[in-house]
């Protein structure tokens, strides 16, 4: 079995032959963050799927992102968004001491249905949905300067 990929690419973009190659594209229509089309040597072509590491995840697509495609027989598969070398980085995701964190610019928000959690950067912790249970086999403490029940 031969391990090695090679990859070609054109010398020009007008030089592209799009099929079984990599190439940069610009996504054109986009639902929910989700990419739908894309552009490449100035033809539209829908977005087949994209790699499982890849939004509908956050962050996300919007218009006018680059993406790494290989055009398939019904349209474009990508395989990532092409960052720039300088843009910030909005979150992160890593594991300390087997413990998996996440951290984020501005806020980290986890969200289902009707129910939301939100941690701020300042420090503010928002629990919202139709009922929230506090289930605790032992002891439950709550702290605060001031702890206000209804």
Not at 97 to 106: C, N, P, R, S
Request: aromatic fraction near 4%.
């Amino acid at each position: 079995m031969n391990d090695n990929v090679v990859i070609n690419f054109p010398a020009k973009s007008s030089e592209a032959d799009t099929t079984n190659l990599l190439n940069i594209a610009e996504v054109t229509q986009v639902k929910n963050r989700i990419p739908l089309s894309v552009a490449l040597n100035g033809n539209n072509y829908p977005v087949t799927g994209y790699l499982s590491s890849m939004p509908g995840i956050a962050p996300g697509v919007s218009l006018g992102d680059k993406v790494l495609i290989s055009m398939q027989e019904k349209g474009a598969l990508i395989h990532g968004i092409v960052t720039p070398i300088d843009a910030p980085v909005m979150a992160s995701f890593g594991y300390i001491e087997g413990k998996l964190v996440i951290e984020a610019q501005g806020a980290v928000i986890l969200k289902s249905g009707k129910a939301t959690v939100e941690l701020t950067e300042a420090g503010e912790i928002r629990i919202d949905g139709e009922e929230v249970r506090t289930v605790a086999h032992e002891s439950l403490t709550l702290l605060g300067g001031k702890v206000e029940l209804n």
